[in-house]
C-alpha cells in the first residue's frame, strides 16, 4: 500500500474533519493524494475556500496539498486507504454514542475494495474497532478481514489550541489486524509524524492505550478539584499548595479547573461503559468524574456566598463571564463547563452577560441558547474569568474595577492574575 500511495496509484481518504481529521488529511496531502470527506456540505465549502470552520487553522495550511474536498460520498470509491476520524461523544444519560463512527463505518464500507486498509482514529472503548465497527465493513463491502482488506487503529493525539505540538510533532501508535497491517500502517503514518510511530501489539491495545491516557489526566485533576474543595474551606490557597508540593521531584504538577471538551470530560465514560458490559462498576474512575462534574456548582455556590457576604442579593445581581469556549484560544464550545456554570448561575436568578473573543455567537445560542454580548459594560457586581484566553490576560485591578460596582468580586477560575487590590475581593480555584 506504501508503494501505491507513494507514486499516487492509490489514494488516502479521511473521513469525518473536524479539528482532528483535517490537519491530518492536510499532511498526508503534501506527500499523497487525498480525499477529505465530510457529511456537511457547508463544512466542505469552506474547506474549498481554504478556511477552517473549527478555526484552528490558518490559509496557508492549505496550500501546496494534493486534496479534494467533498460531502458525495461516491467519490470514495476513488480512495484505498481510509482514515476515520469522525466525532464520538457521549448522550445525555453519558452512554457512549456510536452513531457517527458506526455510520462513518457503513460509508466506507460501501467503498471497500480488495486490498485497501481502513484505520480508524475515533476515540473508543478496547473492542470496539473490531466488534463494532469490522462486521459493519465486512457487511456493506461483501469483503472479509484478511482475505480481502486490511484494519488498523491509531488514535488521534491532537491537542486543540496548541501551535507548537501539531498533529506531525506529535509521536503517533498505530496497530493492525496482522503483521503486515501493522508495517504498512505504521510506514505510511512515519512518512508525515516527525517523532516516528510506536506500534502497539493488537489493536484493543492502541484502543485502551488512548481511552487510558485522558482518563488518567481526567483522575488527576479531580484529585486536585477535591483539594480546591477542602482548601477553600480551610481558607489556603491551593495554587499556593501545589506550588509548594511541587518543588519535590517525584510531584506531579496538576491544577484545578473546568474539566469539559471532548476528550477528558468524555472518554472516562468509554472505559466505564465496557467495563458494566463486562460486570465490573468501575469506582475510581466513576468517583473522579462525580467531583469534576460537581465543580461549576461548587464555583456557583461559592460566588452566592460571597454575593451575600458583601449584602448583594444574588437575584438583582449583574455577573460577567469572560470565556465560554471548553479551552483557552479555541472556538470550540463542545461540552463546556462553563456552559454548566453559567447555568447554575442563572439558577440563583443572577442575571449573567457572556463575552468570548473565539465563540461563534451563532453556535453558542444553538448549543446552549445564551446569548454573547460583544462589549461588556461597567456595572457589574462580579465577574468570573471562567478561560485564559490570551485576549484576558492583560487585564489589569484598574480595569475590573472599571467594569464592577462597589464592592467588586473577582473569580479568577485558571489563577491568571497575581496583583493584590485590597478593594477587590479575590477567588480563585
Known amino acids: 500500500m506504501y508503494s501505491r500511495l507513494v507514486s499516487k496509484e492509490a489514494n488516502i481518504a479521511v473521513v469525518g474533519l473536524g479539528y482532528v481529521g483535517l490537519p491530518l488529511a492536510l499532511a498526508f496531502a503534501r506527500k499523497y493524494k487525498v480525499i477529505g470527506f465530510d457529511i456537511s456540505e457547508p463544512r466542505v465549502d469552506l474547506m474549498r475556500a481554504g478556511i477552517d470552520p473549527s478555526d484552528e487553522l490558518e490559509a496557508e495550511a492549505f496550500l501546496d496539498t494534493d ?66 465497527c469490522l462486521p459493519i465493513l465486512e457487511e456493506q463491502s461483501a469483503l472479509k478481514i484478511g482475505e480481502d482488506f486490511k484494519l488498523g487503529y491509531s488514535p488521534e493525539r491532537i491537542n486543540p489550541g496548541d501551535k507548537e505540538r501539531t498533529v506531525t510533532k506529535i509521536l503517533k501508535i498505530v496497530s493492525g489486524s496482522d503483521p503486515e497491517a501493522l508495517e504498512e500502517i505504521s510506514k505510511i503514518y512515519e512518512s508525515i509524524i516527525e517523532p516516528g510511530t510506536y506500534k502497539a501489539e493488537s489493536i484493543k491495545v492502541a484502543e485502551a492505550a488512548k481511552v487510558i491516557e485522558n482518563t488518567q489526566r481526567d483522575l488527576n485533576i479531580s484529585f486536585v478539584n477535591e483539594l480546591a474543595i477542602i482548601f477553600d474551606r480551610m481558607g489556603i490557597n491551593t495554587r499556593q499548595v501545589l506550588a509548594a508540593a511541587g518543588t519535590k521531584w517525584n510531584f506531579l504538577k496538576y491544577q484545578p479547573g ?49 454575593l451575600l457576604k458583601h449584602n448583594k442579593n444574588p437575584q438583582t445581581c449583574k455577573v460577567a463571564v469572560l470565556g465560554v469556549t471548553f479551552k483557552e484560544n479555541v472556538a470550540d464550545i463542545r461540552n463546556s463547563k462553563v456552559a454548566e456554570l453559567i447555568k447554575e448561575l442563572m439558577g440563583y436568578a443572577i442575571h449573567v452577560h457572556i463575552h468570548d473573543p473565539h465563540a461563534s455567537p451563532n453556535e453558542v445560542s444553538k448549543e446552549y441558547k445564551f446569548s454573547l454580548t460583544a462589549k461588556l459594560d461597567d456595572d457589574y457586581d462580579a465577574v468570573v474569568v471562567a478561560v485564559n484566553h490570551v485576549a484576558y490576560k492583560d487585564f489589569d485591578a484598574a480595569y475590573f474595577k472599571s467594569i464592577m460596582k462597589a464592592h467588586p468580586i473577582l473569580f479568577d477560575i485558571k489563577s491568571m492574575y497575581h496583583f493584590d487590590d485590597p478593594e477587590i475581593t479575590y477567588w480563585s480555584l
Open 258 to 306: 473546568l474539566v469539559g471538551g471532548h476528550c477528558i470530560g468524555v472518554d472516562p465514560y468509554y472505559l466505564v461503559h465496557k467495563a458494566k458490559e463486562l460486570g465490573y462498576d468501575p469506582q475510581v474512575i466513576l468517583s473522579g468524574r462525580r467531583v469534576n462534574d460537581g465543580i461549576p456548582e461548587f464555583i456557583a455556590k461559592k460566588l452566592v456566598q460571597l
Open 67 to 132: 486534496i479534494i474536498f467533498t460531502a458525495d460520498p461516491s467519490e470514495l470509491r476513488k480512495a484505498h486507504f481510509f482514515v476515520v476520524a469522525v466525532p464520538t461523544p457521549v448522550d445525555d444519560h453519558r452512554i457512549p454514542n456510536l452513531n457517527p463512527v458506526l455510520s462513518a463505518s457503513q460509508t466506507v464500507g460501501k467503498a471497500l475494495k480488495k486490498g485497501d486498509y481502513v484505520i480508524f482514529e475515533s476515540t473508543v472503548y478496547p473492542g470496539c474497532t473490531e466488534e463494532d
